[in-house]
């Protein structure tokens, strides 16, 4: 189960709120409203088929909440290719993009001063570098930041429906993208890209693939499959980075242009809303932030409650965000809910141990943002204060002054 997935299903159970009785409900009633939700959006067999594939992979621990996390910025990205399913509002219809380069194939470098050392765990809250040249039409860009792996993409949208509009939001179309990742020292960034799904594990001497030309003067190995590229270098000892992509005609070349765009950069991570009271034991690691055209869509902090379990704690089990046009109508797709927070239209979805996302829309300042909190494990939602403490915390979110300002953002 990658965390995609997890975004498709999160979506999917939180759009049925409408249709779901208060407390706990089975899995299977969730997926049963969900996809009936779905149907009546017109989002026809595409997300009900994503949502139960995901469900089957994931068992009777489906997870619910706002996309990503985060990872986020932190976690190790998701092996998905080509095509997710979401709500989102429409937009206008875009041209699909000539989706091809002419960059070189030889040797690159990247720009700004490449680390020496790689560190044993990576500061949640800094960024270690951004992307400068991302392929034509790729106006949906995430970055995520983690202890482990830290990570960007740039997505280039596809329609759902041929001749239908682009989409924003957790759920969407994707006609290509490119997606960098860099890991702490000793963690393996090249499992979830093949495959498993995860992360932590330490790598083989050599990076999967055949030699190429080097990058940063340092060896560089190049992995194909019909599915996607994989071009990776060793940016430290036993550090490693990878750009793999998706779907995009001469993908060596269009790796190699990324990597010649790619900086180096130690940046504090500042989001658009204010910092807000976290339950007790809430460990920030990782964040989040997603943009379309250049604006922000969507901003999550990720946090760890219970305490690492294996490979979940590259996860964590607490999400915080708030999004900003990516919903229906008022700002969100909770029209018909009957649950109000201080007069606010809200939504809850209870889903079992401990799983459950809660919304406010109508956000101070911003009609068609809405802010979430969702809970995956039992002592989150215990460290939330249950249903009505998890929407009580998302009702405190406040966005800063003027949240389509970067410059005013904050850190957390």
């Known amino acids: 189960m990658n965390r995609d997935d997890e975004a498709v299903v999160r979506s999917l159970l939180t759009r049925a709120a409408d249709d779901l009785p208060a ?6 009633s969730l997926l049963v409203a969900g996809e009936r939700v779905v149907r009546r959006r017109r989002r026809l067999a595409v997300a009900a088929v994503a949502a139960v594939a995901a469900v ?36 206008r219809p875009t041209a699909t993009p000539d989706r091809s380069t002419a960059a070189p194939v030889g040797a690159v470098t990247t720009q700004g001063e490449a680390p020496t050392v790689a560190p044993a765990q990576f500061d949640p809250t800094r960024r270690s570098f951004r992307l400068g040249w991302v392929p034509p039409g790729a106006i949906h860009q995430v970055s995520r930041t983690g202890a482990a792996i830290q990570s ?30 860099t890991g702490a020292r000793g963690v393996d960034i090249f499992s979830p890209q093949r495959g498993s799904g995860r992360t932590g594990q330490v790598p083989s001497p050599e990076a999967p693939g055949t030699p190429v030309a080097p990058v940063d003067g340092h060896p560089a190995y190049l992995h194909m499959d019909p599915e996607q590229a994989l ?29 010649a765009g790619l900086t180096w950069q130690d940046e504090r991570v500042t989001v658009p809303f204010r910092p807000v009271d976290v339950p007790p034991r809430a460990t920030l690691i990782g964040v989040e932030l997603r943009t379309w055209e250049g604006r922000w869509l969507n901003a999550t902090a990720n946090y760890l409650v219970s305490g ?103 850190p957390l």
């Not at 092996?79 to 997710?84: A, G, L, N, Q």
């Not at 998706?246 to 990324?258: F, H, M, Y």
């Open 23 to 28: 407390g706990g409900v089975p899995t299977h």
């Open 56 to 91: 089957v992979l994931l068992g009777s621990g489906a997870v619910l909440g706002g996309p990503g996390a985060p990872g986020a910025p932190g976690d190790g990205g998701a092996p998905t290719p080509d095509r997710r399913v979401a709500t989102a509002t429409p937009s």
């Open 152 to 181: 960007a993409e740039a997505n280039v949208p596809d329609p759902l429906v041929q001749g239908g509009p682009v989409e924003p939001g957790p759920m969407m179309g994707i006609a290509g993208s490119v997606t960098v990742r």
């Open 231 to 259: 071009l990776s270098w060793q940016y430290a000892p036993d550090g490693w980075v990878s750009v793999t992509v998706r779907s995009l005609k001469r993908p060596e070349e269009v790796a190699r242009q990324v990597v």
């Open 308 to 410: 690492p379990t294996g490979d979940e704690g590259n996860r964590g089990d607490l999400t915080i965000g708030a999004s900003n046009g990516m919903y229906d109508g008022d700002g969100s797709d909770l029209g018909g809910s009957e649950t109000r927070v201080d007069g606010r239209v809200a939504a809850a979805v209870d889903g079992p141990k401990g799983l459950g996302a809660y919304r406010v829309a109508q956000v101070p300042g911003c009609r068609d943002c809405v802010v979430e909190v969702g809970s995956e494990s039992p002592a989150a939602l215990t460290a939330l204060g249950g249903r009505s403490g998890a929407l009580r915390l998302a009702a405190a979110v406040r966005l800063v002054a003027d949240s389509t300002d970067p410059r005013t953002w904050r």
